[in-house]
C-alpha cells in the first residue's frame, strides 16, 4: 500500500503522508497542505474529512459494523450494563469487580441534584422542551459545582465526568416530575442505573413504581445502543466547543443541542409524529413515501438513512428485534409498530430509497420501544442524551490528553463582495 500520496498544483508535486488505522482505513493527512500550498480543502459537512484519531469506537458503514473498544455492540447489548458500557467508553477498559463495585457507590454518591436548582426547572414556561431544558440546565451545574480547590486537573475531571453520569437521569427526570407538578422523587442507593431512573420518573407518592424487568433491560439495551458513534453531529459539537478549553458540563451542553435536532437525535421524535400522522390519515404509506421521494418536498422518511451507515443500522437491527420481543412480552399491541413495519417493507422495494441506499436507522423503532416503557415523546430525545453521554464524555477527554490538541477553527472560501468603500445613508439609493 502506498504510504503517500501526490498531489499536483500548478504543475508543482506536493507529497502528502497517508495514515492507516487499525481496522485499515486510510486517510491523506494534509495537516501542512495550507502551509505548503497556500491551498485548504473544501468539504461542506465534512464527509471526507476526519476531524481526529480516535480509539474509542469503530464503524464500517458498508458492513454496518459497530464496536465500542473493539467490542461489538451486540455483545454489550446482549451481555453489559449500561454502566459497563459507559466506564468501557470513559476509561478504555471493562471494569473488573472492584472498579465497577466503586463506580456503583461513586455514582450512587454523585446523583442528588442541588436543591437550589429545583427552583430553575419550575421556572421554564410550561411549553419548553425537556432538550432545551436539559441543555441549559447542564450547562448550569458549572455554577453550582465549580472547580474545586486542592485537586489536580486530572482529579477534577475524574469527579467531573462521573458527576455528569450520575446527575444527568436524575435532572432528566425531575425536569419531566416538574413539568406534570409532581412531587419530584430522589434516586435510591440500592437500584441500578436504569432501574433507578425509571423509578424517578414513574414513582409517586400514592401509585409506587414497580420495577419491571423487561422494561429495565428495555432501557439497558436502548441506552448501550446510543452510547457512542465517533464523529457524529453532536459528538463533533463536543469536541468543538471543548477544544476552547471551556469546562465539560458547557461542551455536553452544546452536544445536547446539536442532538435536539431532527436530523440527529430529535429523529426519534419525528419518526413517532410521522408514524402518527400516518395512522391518523388511515394508514397511507404510499404518500409518505412519494413525499419523501419528492425533490421539491422537504419532507423525508425520519429515522432512514444514514451519512455512515449504506446497509442497515446494526443498531436498527438489535431495536427492532428488542421492539417485537417487547411489545409481545407486555402484552402491548401498538398500530404504530405495524405502521413501522409496513413502511419499512414498502420503502425498501422502492428503487429510490435501493439506490440511494437508506434503511432504518437506530431511530425507526427507538420510539416505539420507549412508548412501550410509558416515556413520553418529548422525552425520547432526552433518552438518547443520557445513552451519549458516556460517548460525549469519552470523546472530550480523549481530545483534551491529544498531544496533537488544537483549537478547532475551520476555513472558508469567501464569496462576498470584494472591497469597496462604505456610502454615507444621504448617498445610498
Ligand atoms: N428520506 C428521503 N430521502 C432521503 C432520506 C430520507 N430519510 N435521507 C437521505 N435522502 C436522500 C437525499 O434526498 C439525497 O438524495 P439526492 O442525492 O437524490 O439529492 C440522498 O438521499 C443523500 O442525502 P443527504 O442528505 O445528502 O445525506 P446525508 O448523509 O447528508 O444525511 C441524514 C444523512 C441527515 C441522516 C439523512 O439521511 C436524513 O435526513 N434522514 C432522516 C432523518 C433521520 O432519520 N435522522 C437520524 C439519523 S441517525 C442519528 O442521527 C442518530
Known amino acids: 500500500m502506498e504510504k503517500t500520496a501526490r498531489l499536483i498544483i500548478d504543475g508543482k508535486t506536493y507529497e502528502l503522508q497517508v495514515v492507516e488505522g487499525s481496522e485499515g482505513e486510510r486517510a491523506i493527512d494534509i495537516s501542512s497542505l495550507r502551509k505548503e500550498t497556500g491551498l485548504i480543502t473544501l468539504d461542506p459537512g465534512y464527509a471526507n474529512t476526519g476531524c481526529c484519531k480516535s480509539s474509542i469506537t469503530f464503524m464500517d458503514g458498508e458492513k454496518g459494523i459497530l464496536r465500542y473498544r473493539g467490542i461489538p455492540v451486540e455483545q454489550l447489548a446482549e451481555k453489559a450494563t449500561f454502566k459497563e458500557t459507559a466506564y468501557l467508553l470513559i476509561h478504555g477498559k471493562l471494569p473488573n469487580t472492584k472498579e465497577l463495585k466503586r463506580y456503583s ?244 422495494k422502492d428503487p429510490y430509497f435501493i439506490d440511494h441506499n437508506l434503511y432504518p436507522n437506530v431511530d425507526f423503532y427507538a420510539g416505539i420501544v420507549l412508548r412501550a416503557i410509558g416515556i413520553p415523546t418529548n422525552m425520547f430525545t432526552v433518552m438518547f442524551a443520557i445513552g451519549r453521554l458516556p460517548g460525549w464524555i469519552a470523546q472530550w477527554k480523549e481530545s483534551i490528553y491529544d498531544p496533537n490538541w488544537k483549537i478547532s477553527r475551520p476555513r472558508q472560501i469567501y464569496t462576498g463582495p470584494v472591497k469597496r468603500d462604505y456610502v454615507a445613508i444621504t448617498e445610498r439609493g
Open 105 to 348: 457507590m461513586l455514582l450512587n454518591d454523585h446523583s442528588l441534584v442541588h436543591e437550589d436548582m429545583k427552583a430553575f426547572y419550575t421556572k421554564f414556561p410550561r411549553a419548553s422542551h425537556p432538550m432545551g431544558i436539559l441543555s441549559a440546565m447542564v450547562n448550569a451545574l458549572r455554577s453550582f459545582y465549580p472547580e474545586l480547590n486542592n485537586q489536580t486537573e486530572e482529579e477534577e475531571i475524574m469527579i467531573t465526568m462521573t458527576r455528569l453520569m450520575a446527575k444527568i437521569r436524575t435532572m432528566a427526570a425531575m425536569s419531566y416530575k416538574i413539568s406534570r407538578g409532581h412531587k419530584v422523587i430522589y434516586p435510591r442507593p440500592d437500584l441500578s442505573y436504569c432501574e433507578n431512573f425509571l423509578n424517578m420518573m414513574f414513582d409517586t407518592p400514592v401509585m409506587p413504581y414497580k420495577i419491571n424487568s423487561l422494561e429495565v433491560n428495555a432501557l439497558r439495551v436502548f441506552w448501550i445502543l446510543h452510547a457512542d458513534h465517533e464523529q457524529n453531529c453532536s459528538t463533533s459539537s463536543v469536541r468543538m466547543v471543548g477544544s476552547a478549553r471551556v469546562n465539560l458540563y458547557a461542551a455536553i451542553s452544546a452536544g445536547i443541542a446539536a442532538l435536539w435536532g431532527p436530523l440527529h437525535g430529535g429523529a426519534n421524535q419525528a419518526v413517532i409524529e410521522m408514524l402518527t400522522m400516518i395512522h391518523d390519515s388511515g394508514g397511507g404509506y404510499k404518500k409518505a413515501i412519494e413525499k419523501a421521494k419528492d425533490k421539491n418536498d422537504p419532507f423525508r422518511l425520519m429515522g432512514f438513512g444514514h451519512r455512515v451507515y449504506k446497509t442497515y443500522d446494526p443498531r436498527a437491527k438489535i431495536m427492532k428485534k428488542m421492539c417485537d420481543g417487547l411489545l409481545e412480552s407486555l402484552h402491548i399491541s401498538d398500530p404504530l409498530l405495524d405502521i413501522a413495519k409496513e413502511l419499512e417493507n414498502q420503502a425498501r
